[in-house]
C-alpha cells in the first residue's frame, strides 16, 4: 500500500482476496465478532470509468459487472449479498434500523425506503452497506450491546451532525452509552483537495463557533474560498456525543489525492463508480 498517498500506515490496513484489494480499521479489527471492510477501485470486472470495483448501479454500469463486484466483496465479508442492505443516499440525516428481512435491498431486491444515509442493526448475520467518492463514511461499534451502525456524512450531513444523530438513535433503539462505541472515519476528501465556498464555510463556522473549532476546519484562502477538513469536523462530532477520543481512528487517506486508487466524485469531474463501506454482525 505504499504508492498511494498517506501520512502513515497504520490508521488503515490494506488486503487482499484473490484480485480484491480492500481497506480495514485496526481499531476495528480488534472486535471479533464483526466484519467490515472499505473497497478501493481494485478487484472488480468494471471496466472504462468504472474500473474496476464499482459498487453503483444507478452510474451507467453495466448491471452484470456491478453484481459480481458485490459478490467479490461479500465473499470478502464472509456473507452473501442477500446478507447486505444498502443506504438510499440524498445527503440526510436520516437513519433507519434494520434487520433479516431487509437482507438484499438495493442489490437484489427494490428498496422500500429512500431517503436513508444511515444505517443500524443489531441482529448478526446482517452487513450495512453505504456509498462514496470523496463524502465521508462513519463507522459504529457498540462493543457492551452488540448492536452498528454506517452512515454517509458529506458536508451537509457533517454540519448537520450525522455524528451526533447515529449516537442518538443507537440510544434510543439499543440503551447504546457512548462509552461503550468504537467508531472509526473513513477515506474521504481531505482538507487540500476541498475547496468550497464561502456559503459552506459560513454554515460550518456557524456550527463550529465553539472554543474556535472553526479555526481548526476552514483555512481562508482568500477570494471567498476556503478548505474544509471534514476529518477533523467528524472527529469533533464524535466526541462531542461522547465517544472517547482513543475509542475514534480517523483516516489519513484522501480520495482526491489518490483517485488511480479510490473513486474521487472531484478528481474524476463525476465521470466515476462508487466505493462501499461495509460493516455488520458475524453469524457466528
Not at 442477500?82 to 437513519?95: A, F, G, I, Y
Not at 462505541?181 to 459560513?202: F, H, N, T
Request: proline share 2%; net charge negative.
Amino acid at each position: 500500500m505504499d504508492w498511494y498517498r498517506h501520512k502513515n500506515n497504520m490508521q488503515m490496513r490494506e488486503n487482499r482476496a484473490g484480485e480484491l484489494v480492500y481497506l480495514t480499521f485496526p481499531i476495528l479489527e480488534k472486535i471479533d465478532w464483526i466484519s467490515h471492510l472499505f473497497s478501493t477501485r481494485m478487484g472488480g470486472v468494471s471496466e472504462g470509468i468504472y474500473s474496476s470495483m464499482n459498487l453503483s448501479y444507478t452510474r451507467g454500469d453495466e448491471r452484470e459487472a456491478v453484481d459480481e463486484n458485490f459478490r467479490r466483496i461479500a465473499a470478502a465479508l464472509g456473507c452473501g449479498v442477500e446478507d447486505m442492505v444498502c443506504s438510499d443516499q440524498t445527503h440526510t440525516t436520516n437513519l433507519r434500523i434494520v434487520g433479516k428481512a431487509d437482507g438484499g435491498k438495493g442489490i437484489t431486491r427494490e428498496r422500500d425506503y429512500s431517503d436513508v444515509d444511515g444505517l443500524l442493526t443489531d441482529e448478526p448475520g446482517v452487513y450495512l452497506a453505504t456509498f462514496f467518492a470523496d463524502c465521508v463514511p462513519l463507522y459504529f461499534v457498540d462493543t457492551r450491546r452488540k448492536a452498528v451502525a454506517l452512515a454517509h456524512s458529506g458536508w451537509r450531513g457533517t454540519v448537520a451532525r450525522m455524528g451526533h444523530c447515529v449516537v442518538e438513535r443507537m440510544r434510543e433503539a439499543y440503551g447504546t452509552d457512548p462509552a461503550d462505541l468504537v467508531a472509526a472515519v473513513g477515506p474521504s476528501i481531505c482538507q487540500e483537495c476541498y475547496e468550497v465556498s464561502e456559503d459552506v464555510a459560513d454554515a460550518f463556522a456557524s456550527a463550529f463557533h465553539k472554543a474556535g473549532q472553526e479555526r481548526e476546519i476552514l483555512f481562508a484562502k482568500g477570494g471567498g474560498k476556503y478548505q474544509l477538513d471534514l476529518w477533523r469536523a467528524n472527529e469533533i462530532v464524535l466526541a462531542e456525543a461522547g465517544i472517547l477520543e482513543e475509542n475514534i481512528q480517523v483516516t489519513d487517506l484522501c480520495t482526491c489525492h489518490n483517485d488511480r486508487y479510490l473513486f474521487s466524485h472531484r478528481a474524476s469531474r463525476g465521470q466515476r463508480g462508487n466505493l462501499g463501506a461495509f460493516l455488520g454482525l458475524t453469524a457466528n
